[in-house]
């Protein structure tokens, strides 16, 4: 889950210029940089963050973090807190003391309980922090260079069933993590390169702008989705920006300079890991080609991307687009298809008859496309995004159907407060063993409100509505209609609201 500052919103901050001893002759005379058409675009995923107005294209734009002047130096710590209040509810079992709603998707409630008889209230209490470090500068010949981490709050501690009320078990568990880590070069008549684990075109030209994360916390992309009554009922985020399934593979990115408000730029990553974690291809490390075990043959090798990004204005109109290209290749499965059903369904159920998964998969090919047409203060836009794979930019099964996503939304700002909300349908082969026989519809419906109290104190609230469909398969409980345990569930709904407050530094 990422989570963005509202579009607008300033923060304070603190930034420390060092001037290094190599910097000490005298930096020369630069000629001002002359910002693209759209320099005064505020997207919704800028501001203090690993993406930055420095960083973002090949020549600086104005924005919350200070551009060095040649020969300098800024060294920068720049972090946000969260805390906010949610509930949630949706498809997902009994609750007793929930109020039950009987419909055709089973009882409805906000919150289910587990085998154990447990039970779950979906709603609560959190916070959560990230931290972003990172340095910009300048040399006096005009390279501009830089880099950025991006810490998150992990929580991987869960309380045992023993009766304690205490928490010292829980707050020991949270640790911190590394989420992106990348290096910058730029020359503003030869463009820009990053290196590492960040985001790539998609991310970059799309940012979070015309796939409507820009209300609330990020809306489908954002904090609600976690407190639905069950995550299986929750609609998939189809859209491969500024999220980890884009930005978490280490890849080597280039954005050309603008030209009449046009750039262009690509990208290329190995794979979907990272080398320094190792590489051993029996444990399916990194670099692995091929494999026997299923489902490997689902992991994308060599992925590249290469797009386009349009920005202009048009007397009181501003307009915001691009269309970008992914494809990749994929590790070869070399196993048989009894070896990969058996993985999927389970040694102890039938496959359905009529299944045409065999644990093979095709390459990624698809399209991304986006526009923002800004009039004063409201901003109105859409995408689309379809082709050759399936969940989000995961491959596609052999024999499966192509994935198509779309989208339309608005968002109004006036001074301090903005104000939204989107709607998205996606279509995809959903679950792989049901190849040939079904595919998944889902719909999500979403908005939000944020308001600018003072410079870094943003409050907001924020509401999903979402619902899913595929034939045969049990989304509550995750099973196959061949499968012991199964229930139905084919059609299921999820909803949560939340209101926080966001600090930024």
Known sequence: MRKYLLAGAAMLGATVAVQGSAYAQAPAVMPPLAPP?????????????????NSYQAAPLPGAVATPTPGSMVIRL???????????GGSGGSNSGAGQIV???????????????????????????????????????????????EIRENFVATQS?????????????????VRRDFVWMSMPTAGLVRFGQGDGISGIFDNGVTSQQGYGQGGWNGDAPPFVANSSAGTTYPW????????????????????????????????NGNIESGSTPTTGGASLSSSALPPDGARFMNQYQIGARYQGVFGPVSLYGFA??????????????AAATTKEFGSAVTTPANSAYTGQFKNLSAGFVGVELTIGGLAI???????????????????????????IGALYTIGALSFGGSWYGFDSQGAIGLTGISQRHENGFGAGLNYTIAPGLNPYVEALYGTRHQGGYDFVNGKYYTQTGYAGHNNVFSEAIIAGIQVGW
């Open 37 to 53: 058409p759209m320099g005064t675009l505020i997207t919704p995923n800028s501001g203090k963050s690993a993406n930055d107005n």
């Open 78 to 88: 720049n972090g946000k807190i969260w805390t906010e209040y949610g509930l949630g």
């Open 103 to 149: 419909s055709g998707a089973g009882v409805i409630t906000h919150g289910f309980p587990n085998a154990a008889g447990k039970d779950s209230s979906n709603s609560g209490l959190g916070t959560y922090m990230r931290l972003y470090p990172g340095f910009d500068a300048q040399a006096t010949n005009g390279l501009r260079y830089g880099g950025q981490v």
């Open 161 to 177: 069933n023993t009766g304690a009320t205490g928490t010292s078990g829980l707050t020991s568990g949270q640790t911190l993590y």
């Open 240 to 271: 491969y920006s500024q999220q980890g399934a884009e930005y978490g593979s280490n890849k080597i990115v280039y954005l050309s300079p603008q030209f009449a408000g046009i750039d262009v730029g690509v990208d290329y990553a190995p794979n």
């Open 324 to 337: 970008d290209y992914i494809g990749s290749g994929h590790v070869s499965y070399t196993g048989t298809a």
């Open 381 to 407: 836009g859409g995408a689309w995004q379809g082709g050759q794979y399936n969940n989000t930019m995961a491959t596609e099964p052999q024999g499966g159907v192509g994935a198509n996503a779309y989208t």
